[in-house]
């Protein structure tokens, strides 16, 4: 419980913009033992989460972790918009699972191009687009050689090199997206076009943002399974 009660707490806290003294003294208790169930080196009550779960007016199961929604709901397949009406419906050819997933990715994607839209910086959207494009690719050449009778010449580069080459193209956008970021290929884009919290986004994309926040809590689960 504590790695993500400790993450969430602190998240919601500066998301709100207040003080770990005026938090602390609001949830009626002091800000060392704030600061400790912040830092996570020591656990609270079930009646703290209870309590801070009001104050931040969140569920338990979010602050938990165990949610990536704020009202705790549990996600279902039919709970996400749909992207396109040509794969309209809960399963695709059978499966839940691929349809889950489409949707996530999906749904995640119009926040991310809305995103580029606001910044209107032809640099950043190259860049991102770009290693999507080259994640996709990656992804279905992979599936596509896995079945020994399909016909290598669909691409121009060579089986031996394409996996490693795609792989250096990729970190190269993101190399190129950082630079534009920072500033070091002329003016950085506002920045103020990528201001968010979790509240926002759930105000702003409220037919996407569940998916979003799935994706990111499904994405780092994977991280972590990676011993990082």
Known sequence: MAMEFNRIITLLRKERGITQKQAAADLGISQAQLSHYEKGIRECGLEFVVQVADYYGVSCDYLLGRSAERSGRTLSVEDLPESAPATA?????????????????????????????????????????????????????????????????????????????????????????????????????????????????????????????????NSEETVRGQGL
């Open 89 to 217: 419906g809960s399963t695709w050819h059978g499966s839940v699972l691929p349809t889950m997933y489409k949707k996530l990715i999906a749904n995640s994607l119009e926040i991310l191009f809305d995103l580029l839209d606001r910044c209107r910086d032809k640099r950043v959207v190259t860049a991102v687009s770009n290693y999507l494009m080259l994640a996709v690719y990656a992804m279905f050449r992979q599936l596509y050689q896995a079945a020994p009778k399909n016909v290598a010449s669909m691409f121009r580069i060579g089986p031996a090199r394409w996996s490693h080459a795609a792989e250096a193209a990729m970190a190269a956008q993101r190399g190129k997206l950082d630079g534009v970021l920072a500033g070091e290929d002329g003016p950085a884009p506002d920045a103020a076009a990528f201001a968010m919290n979790t509240e926002s986004l759930a105000k702003n994309y409220p037919r996407h943002a569940t998916s979003l926040m799935n994706l990111v809590k």
